[in-house]
Protein backbone atom coordinates (compact mmCIF):
# COMPACT_ATOMS: atom_id res chain seq x y z
CA UNK A 1 0.00 0.00 0.00
CA UNK A 2 1.54 3.35 -0.74
CA UNK A 3 0.32 6.72 0.42
CA UNK A 4 0.56 10.09 -1.99
CA UNK A 5 -0.97 13.33 -2.31
CA UNK A 6 -2.94 15.10 -4.56
CA UNK A 7 -0.25 17.21 -5.55
CA UNK A 8 2.16 13.62 -6.31
CA UNK A 9 4.10 14.84 -3.24
CA UNK A 10 5.26 12.07 -0.10
CA UNK A 11 7.08 14.97 1.83
CA UNK A 12 3.39 16.94 2.44
CA UNK A 13 2.51 13.98 4.15
CA UNK A 14 4.86 12.95 6.53
CA UNK A 15 3.19 13.70 9.46
CA UNK A 16 -0.10 12.02 8.03
CA UNK A 17 1.81 8.94 7.22
CA UNK A 18 2.88 8.78 10.33
CA UNK A 19 -0.15 8.44 11.96
CA UNK A 20 -0.75 5.33 9.75
CA UNK A 21 1.59 3.26 11.44
CA UNK A 22 0.74 0.39 14.25
CA UNK A 23 2.07 -2.45 15.50
CA UNK A 24 2.20 -6.10 14.04
CA UNK A 25 -0.98 -7.90 16.08
CA UNK A 26 0.66 -11.08 16.64
CA UNK A 27 4.15 -11.39 15.22
CA UNK A 28 4.59 -15.32 15.35
CA UNK A 29 2.00 -16.03 12.40
CA UNK A 30 3.54 -15.75 9.10
CA UNK A 31 2.26 -16.46 5.44
CA UNK A 32 3.29 -20.02 3.90
CA UNK A 33 2.75 -21.65 0.85
CA UNK A 34 1.14 -24.87 1.74
CA UNK A 35 2.09 -27.60 -1.15
CA UNK A 36 -0.02 -30.43 -2.55
CA UNK A 37 0.05 -33.00 -4.73
CA UNK A 38 1.40 -36.74 -5.43
CA UNK A 39 3.79 -36.28 -7.75
CA UNK A 40 6.16 -33.83 -9.62
CA UNK A 41 2.60 -33.20 -12.50
CA UNK A 42 0.15 -32.46 -9.64
CA UNK A 43 2.27 -29.94 -7.38
CA UNK A 44 0.68 -27.12 -6.34
CA UNK A 45 0.95 -24.25 -3.93
CA UNK A 46 -2.02 -22.62 -1.83
CA UNK A 47 -2.71 -19.97 0.79
CA UNK A 48 -5.19 -21.89 2.85
CA UNK A 49 -4.90 -25.24 4.22
CA UNK A 50 -7.18 -28.44 2.50
CA UNK A 51 -9.50 -30.03 4.46
CA UNK A 52 -9.82 -32.63 1.33
CA UNK A 53 -5.97 -33.63 0.96
CA UNK A 54 -2.74 -34.56 2.31
CA UNK A 55 0.44 -32.26 2.02
CA UNK A 56 3.27 -32.91 -0.74
CA UNK A 57 6.05 -34.61 0.11
CA UNK A 58 9.36 -32.70 0.21
CA UNK A 59 10.92 -34.80 -1.58
CA UNK A 60 8.35 -34.52 -4.47
CA UNK A 61 9.80 -31.18 -4.52
CA UNK A 62 13.19 -32.34 -4.46
CA UNK A 63 12.48 -34.58 -7.31
CA UNK A 64 11.00 -31.77 -9.72
CA UNK A 65 13.82 -29.44 -9.15
CA UNK A 66 16.21 -32.31 -10.32
CA UNK A 67 14.21 -32.37 -13.03
CA UNK A 68 14.29 -28.76 -13.87
CA UNK A 69 18.15 -28.73 -13.20
CA UNK A 70 18.45 -31.09 -16.38
CA UNK A 71 15.92 -28.89 -18.25
CA UNK A 72 17.95 -26.33 -17.71
CA UNK A 73 20.65 -27.78 -19.68
CA UNK A 74 18.95 -29.29 -22.52
CA UNK A 75 16.60 -26.21 -22.96
CA UNK A 76 13.87 -28.94 -23.32
CA UNK A 77 11.41 -30.89 -21.30
CA UNK A 78 10.07 -34.14 -20.29
CA UNK A 79 7.96 -34.25 -23.89
CA UNK A 80 10.60 -32.92 -26.15
CA UNK A 81 8.84 -29.04 -26.19
CA UNK A 82 11.23 -26.04 -25.55
CA UNK A 83 10.95 -24.31 -22.02
CA UNK A 84 10.10 -21.10 -20.86
CA UNK A 85 12.97 -20.68 -18.39
CA UNK A 86 10.90 -18.16 -16.15
CA UNK A 87 8.93 -21.14 -15.47
CA UNK A 88 11.99 -22.75 -13.30
CA UNK A 89 11.75 -21.52 -10.09
CA UNK A 90 11.78 -23.01 -6.54
CA UNK A 91 8.28 -23.17 -4.74
CA UNK A 92 8.19 -20.08 -2.27
CA UNK A 93 4.87 -17.61 -1.65
CA UNK A 94 6.62 -14.93 -2.61
CA UNK A 95 10.06 -12.78 -3.35
CA UNK A 96 9.39 -10.86 -0.59
CA UNK A 97 11.93 -11.33 2.53
CA UNK A 98 10.24 -13.83 5.40
CA UNK A 99 7.72 -15.00 2.59
CA UNK A 100 9.69 -18.04 1.01
CA UNK A 101 8.35 -20.81 3.42
CA UNK A 102 6.87 -23.63 2.30
CA UNK A 103 4.90 -26.57 4.52
CA UNK A 104 5.21 -30.27 3.33
CA UNK A 105 4.34 -33.43 5.18
CA UNK A 106 7.44 -33.50 6.79
CA UNK A 107 7.17 -29.88 8.16
CA UNK A 108 8.08 -26.35 7.19
CA UNK A 109 10.87 -25.73 4.84
CA UNK A 110 12.55 -22.49 3.11
CA UNK A 111 14.79 -22.53 -0.21
CA UNK A 112 18.47 -21.75 0.59
CA UNK A 113 19.60 -20.16 -2.86
CA UNK A 114 23.45 -20.85 -1.88
CA UNK A 115 23.35 -24.28 -1.75
CA UNK A 116 20.15 -24.76 -4.21
CA UNK A 117 18.23 -26.89 -2.21
CA UNK A 118 14.97 -27.12 0.43
CA UNK A 119 16.21 -27.04 4.12
CA UNK A 120 13.76 -28.56 6.62
CA UNK A 121 13.48 -25.18 9.45
CA UNK A 122 10.61 -26.23 12.00
CA UNK A 123 7.15 -27.61 12.60
CA UNK A 124 4.40 -26.09 12.64
CA UNK A 125 3.21 -25.39 15.75
CA UNK A 126 -0.33 -23.78 15.88
CA UNK A 127 -2.33 -22.04 12.33
CA UNK A 128 -4.48 -19.32 12.48
CA UNK A 129 -6.99 -18.22 9.46
CA UNK A 130 -7.74 -14.99 8.17
CA UNK A 131 -10.11 -13.90 5.50
CA UNK A 132 -7.82 -11.06 2.79
CA UNK A 133 -8.50 -9.55 -0.37
CA UNK A 134 -6.58 -9.18 -3.19
CA UNK A 135 -6.19 -6.69 -5.36
CA UNK A 136 -6.49 -7.89 -9.10
CA UNK A 137 -5.64 -4.86 -11.09
CA UNK A 138 -4.13 -1.41 -9.29
CA UNK A 139 -6.91 0.87 -7.96
CA UNK A 140 -7.29 4.90 -6.10
CA UNK A 141 -8.61 5.35 -3.12
CA UNK A 142 -9.45 8.78 -1.63
CA UNK A 143 -9.33 10.14 1.23
CA UNK A 144 -9.23 13.74 1.38
CA UNK A 145 -6.10 14.93 0.29
CA UNK A 146 -4.71 11.55 0.76
CA UNK A 147 -4.85 8.76 -2.14
CA UNK A 148 -3.74 5.09 -0.92
CA UNK A 149 -2.64 3.31 -4.15
CA UNK A 150 -3.97 -0.18 -4.19
CA UNK A 151 -0.89 -1.68 -5.71
CA UNK A 152 -1.98 -5.22 -8.24
CA UNK A 153 -1.46 -8.66 -6.39
CA UNK A 154 -1.29 -6.80 -3.05
CA UNK A 155 -2.74 -8.87 -0.08
CA UNK A 156 -4.84 -7.07 2.77
CA UNK A 157 -6.83 -8.51 6.38
CA UNK A 158 -10.17 -8.13 5.52
CA UNK A 159 -11.00 -6.57 9.26
CA UNK A 160 -15.07 -6.58 8.46
CA UNK A 161 -17.50 -5.27 6.36
CA UNK A 162 -20.35 -2.50 6.54
CA UNK A 163 -23.27 -0.86 4.37
CA UNK A 164 -22.99 2.57 3.34
CA UNK A 165 -24.66 5.00 1.03
CA UNK A 166 -23.33 7.61 -1.94
CA UNK A 167 -24.81 10.56 -2.92
CA UNK A 168 -27.56 9.47 -4.68
CA UNK A 169 -28.31 7.05 -1.59
CA UNK A 170 -27.26 4.17 -3.23
CA UNK A 171 -25.77 1.46 -1.12
CA UNK A 172 -22.13 0.69 -1.17
CA UNK A 173 -20.51 -2.49 0.49
CA UNK A 174 -17.85 -1.38 2.64
CA UNK A 175 -14.61 -3.84 3.30
CA UNK A 176 -12.50 -2.86 5.83
CA UNK A 177 -8.66 -3.83 4.92
CA UNK A 178 -5.59 -3.69 6.65
CA UNK A 179 -2.01 -4.43 6.63
CA UNK A 180 0.23 -5.55 8.95
CA UNK A 181 2.12 -2.13 10.01
CA UNK A 182 -0.92 -0.27 9.17
CA UNK A 183 -4.23 0.87 10.84
CA UNK A 184 -7.37 -0.42 8.34
CA UNK A 185 -8.91 1.60 5.95
CA UNK A 186 -12.55 1.26 4.33
CA UNK A 187 -12.65 0.98 0.17
CA UNK A 188 -15.52 -0.01 -1.32
CA UNK A 189 -16.29 -3.18 -2.79
CA UNK A 190 -16.02 -3.94 -6.32
CA UNK A 191 -15.50 -7.63 -7.61
CA UNK A 192 -13.59 -6.43 -10.86
CA UNK A 193 -10.89 -5.06 -9.14
CA UNK A 194 -10.39 -7.17 -5.62
CA UNK A 195 -11.20 -11.02 -4.72
CA UNK A 196 -12.19 -12.25 -1.35
CA UNK A 197 -10.09 -15.44 -0.22
CA UNK A 198 -9.28 -16.98 3.13
CA UNK A 199 -5.81 -17.25 4.38
CA UNK A 200 -4.14 -19.76 7.05
CA UNK A 201 -1.05 -18.40 8.72
CA UNK A 202 1.86 -20.21 10.92
CA UNK A 203 3.78 -20.51 14.05
CA UNK A 204 6.44 -22.30 13.58
CA UNK A 205 8.49 -24.34 16.04
CA UNK A 206 11.99 -23.73 15.11
CA UNK A 207 14.64 -26.24 14.91
CA UNK A 208 17.80 -25.83 17.13
Known amino acids: MKIASEKGSLKDLKKLALYLHREIEDPELIPVLFMYGENVDDLRGS ?3 SDSEEFASIETLR ?50 WEREKYEFIGKIRRTDRHKTVTILKESKVNFGRVIHLLDQNDIYFLDGEYVAYDVEMKPVVMLVLHQHGYV ?25
Not at 202 to 207: E, G, L, N
Request: with cysteine; glycine share 6%.
Open 184 to 208: PIAVPYDNQVMVINNQDFVAISYIK
Open 47 to 49: RSI
Open 63 to 112: KQYMEQKSMLKSGLNRYGSKIDFSDISPWMLSNKEAEGLIVCKEGVFEWN
